[in-house]
T-cell receptor
C-alpha cells in the first residue's frame, strides 16, 4: 500500500485543456514536493509546499497543499505538449527521519 | 556545476554478478540517497547518507551496500545481482532547507539482470 496515492495514474488530453492531478494520504506530512520527470531523465523539482492551505503558482501550474497537510493537488491550465511527462508527489515525514516518500506518479500526455 | 552525475547509463548483468553504480555531486550537499524506480511503484528509497561516514537503510535495502567516504561520492554496490534488481536507479543529493530536503537527481542507470 502506497503511503501517498496519486490519481489518475494516466491522463491523455488535448492541447489547451485543463487538468488536475491529486496526491492523497491518510498521514500528515511536514511538507510536500512535486517533481516532473521526462523519459530517460531524472525527476526535476517543481515546487515545495509547507503550510496547510498554501497555494503556489508556477506559470500555468498551480499547486495546493491541503489544510490538514494530508493531500495536495496540481492543476495545469491550458496544457501544452511540453507538459507531457511523469508527475510525482513526495512527502516528508519527520517521524521517518525527514526521508521522502514518493507516490507512484501520474503519466500525462498532451496531444497537439 | 555538473550537479549529480551517475555512471554507467546502461548496464546488463548476469545473475550472481556484482557491480558498483557510481554517483557523484559537486554541490556540497550533505545528504545523498539512492532510489530505484519500477513501473507503477514510484521511487523507493534503497539507502541514504546524512554525511560522510554515515549511512542508513531505506525502504528496500536488501541486496545493496553503500558507503560514503567523501561528501561528493556515494557508490551503490550490488553484491550478487538478481533479476528482481532489474530497475532504473537514481542517485540524488539534497540539503536541509527547513526540513524540506529538496532532491537533485542524477540522470539514472538502467540495469537489466538476466
Amino acid at each position: 500500500t502506497q503511503l501517498l496515492e496519486q490519481s489518475p495514474q494516466f491522463l491523455s488530453i488535448q492541447e489547451g485543456e485543463n487538468l488536475t492531478v491529486y496526491c492523497n494520504s491518510s498521514s500528515v506530512f511536514s511538507s510536500l514536493q512535486w517533481y516532473r520527470q521526462e523519459p530517460g531523465e531524472g525527476p526535476v523539482l517543481l515546487v515545495t509546499v509547507v503550510t496547510g492551505g498554501e497555494v503556489k503558482k508556477l506559470k500555468r501550474l498551480t499547486f495546493q497543499f491541503g489544510d490538514a497537510r494530508k493531500d495536495s493537488s496540481l492543476h495545469i491550465t491550458a496544457a501544452q505538449p511540453g507538459d507531457t511527462g511523469l508527475y510525482l508527489c513526495a512527502g516528508v515525514k519527520r517521524k521517518y527521519g525527514n526521508k521522502l516518500v514518493f507516490g507512484a506518479g501520474t503519466i500525462l500526455r498532451v496531444k497537439s | 556545476n555538473a550537479g549529480v552525475t551517475q555512471t554507467p547509463k546502461f548496464q546488463v548483468l548476469k545473475t550472481g554478478q556484482s557491480m558498483t553504480l557510481q554517483c557523484a555531486q559537486d554541490m556540497n550537499h550533505e545528504y545523498m540517497s539512492w532510489y530505484r524506480q519500477d513501473p507503477g511503484m514510484g521511487l523507493r528509497l534503497i539507502h541514504y547518507s546524512v554525511g560522510a561516514g554515515i549511512t542508513d537503510q531505506g525502504e528496500v535495502p536488501n541486496g545493496y551496500n553503500v558507503s560514503r567516504s567523501t561528501t561528493e561520492d556515494f557508490p551503490l554496490r550490488l553484491l550478487s545481482a538478481a533479476p528482481s534488481q532489474t530497475s532504473v536507479y537514481f542517485c540524488a543529493s539534497s540539503y536541509s532547507s527547513g526540513g524540506a530536503h529538496e532532491q537533485y537527481f542524477g540522470p539514472g542507470t538502467r540495469l537489466t539482470v538476466t
